[in-house]
């Protein structure tokens, strides 16, 4: 009898796309699991199924990696259609886009907490990405103002972009505790509460109703409303002065 040849192994080479998108899913569950700050690449490649030094085959260090997994999760929220041309009203549509960029917080906490702490406040922060995809995150709520204010809806004395400010300072402010990890809320409460402050006080009629569940918050709420708003326009005065505004 002829003698069998023992069978080759032949090891399978992942395409370079394929094989990034790998390290980036495993990156994401770790960082999930443990957070951006104690997500070390050896875990990552672990995760990954590979060695840790070809990680730096396809990214520069940890950081880019952070960056690019974190770029990568607001292009997914991106693509997925806010919902907001469906809905009729400018405070139920800015209430929508509240409650959704709230939702997105929630859904990724550690994430978030990265682009807050660690990419917002780079120098370069306005030459990346991830500046650019913030404004198309944001760019719906500023749409939704300029029109109200186009149409009359709104009073004319406050800027779009002092508006915006004004609404996503408040997600923020109302998220710290939940992204630190020291309470929790309601992205339906908190929702309510910010697009009722937002609609009452730009209402040129001033005569918006209020909606029963917001009303305890209220107070609570113009008070940060204020506060956010004082703070923003101290850090926007220098620029101002510059410009000669």
């Given at each position: 009898m002829p003698a069998v040849k023992p069978q080759?192994?032949?090891s399978v080479r992942l395409s370079q796309e394929r094989r990034i998108s790998d390290i980036m899913a495993a990156a994401r569950a770790v960082i999930?699991?443990?957070g951006y700050e104690n997500a070390l690449m050896s875990q990552i490649a672990e995760r990954a199924g590979i060695v840790e030094g070809s990680l730096y085959r396809y990214f520069e260090n940890r950081r880019d990696l952070l960056i690019k997994v974190a770029d990568d999760w607001f292009e997914e929220v991106l693509s997925t259609d806010s919902g907001v041309a469906s809905i009729h009203g400018t405070s139920n549509k800015l209430r929508h886009l509240i409650w959704r960029a709230l939702s997105t917080i929630r859904s990724q906490p550690a994430l978030s907490r990265f682009m807050l702490l660690e990419l917002r406040p780079d120098p370069n922060y306005r030459?990346?990405?991830s500046f650019e995809l913030n404004r198309r995150f944001t760019a719906e709520v500023s749409q939704i103002c300029a029109d109200a204010i186009g149409a009359g809806e709104f009073r004319s004395d406050v800027s779009v972009s002092l508006l915006r400010d004004m609404i996503f300072g408040c997600i923020e402010h109302a998220t710290w505790k939940f992204l630190r990890g020291e309470g929790d809320f309601s992205a339906d409460q908190v929702a309510d509460g910010i697009a009722t402050v937002i609609y009452r006080g730009m209402s040129s009629a001033a005569t918006a109703p209020l909606a029963p569940e917001s009303s305890a918050q209220l107070p609570g709420l113009v008070?940060?409303?204020?506060?956010?708003a004082a703070s923003l326009e101290s850090l926007l005065e220098p620029a101002r002065k510059l410009r000669g505004e």
């Open positions: 080759r192994r032949t999930a699991e443990k030459a990346s990405r008070q940060r409303l204020e506060k956010t």
